[in-house]
């Protein structure tokens, strides 16, 4: 009796080893009232990127990223990119020193990422999954 119930245990214990596949997740969102309710992989590539200026809703792009931890924004140029983080920043040099476009801000936390993107009508922002909340919505998912 005592085996098999160290035998389920087990058998649960392994079952739910991984918490969620959504948490490893990364989001793009967007103010709440940006007239944007999603942005293909293309689209969030360009705006963070600077190669685009303005969201599919003709509003001026503010691109937010979460830059603490440097994993998080790390991840996510590898999938929207599928660049490094040496080959994103000398990307941005190049463009920043020949007055091309500005990277996009850095924030220090999720919330602080969510406020800036609340507080913006063009704000875009990229979190990980389960950190926004309602004053954003998420317009793309990138999944490992």
Do not use: C
């Not at 830059?67 to 998080?72: F, S, W």
């Not at 990422?113 to 926004?132: D, F, N, T």
């Amino acid at each position: 009796m005592a085996r098999s119930l160290l035998a389920l245990a087990a058998v649960l214990l392994v079952g739910s080893a991984p918490l969620r596949p959504a948490e490893r997740h990364l989001v793009v969102i967007a103010n709440a009232d940006s007239g944007v309710s999603q942005l293909t992989q293309d689209e969030a590539r360009n705006l963070f990127l600077g190669r685009q200026k303005r969201l599919s809703s003709g509003l001026a792009a503010l691109p937010v990223e979460q830059g603490v931890p440097p994993e998080i924004r790390s991840r996510f140029y590898h999938l929207l990119a599928h660049k490094d983080l040496a080959e994103i920043n000398a990307y941005w040099a190049r463009l920043f020193f020949t007055g091309q476009a500005h990277p996009p801000k850095q924030a220090a936390s999720a919330e602080e990422v969510i406020r800036a993107v609340a507080a913006a009508p063009g704000g875009i922002g990229l979190l990980e999954w389960g950190k926004p909340d309602r004053r954003v919505k998420i317009v793309l998912t990138l999944a490992d």
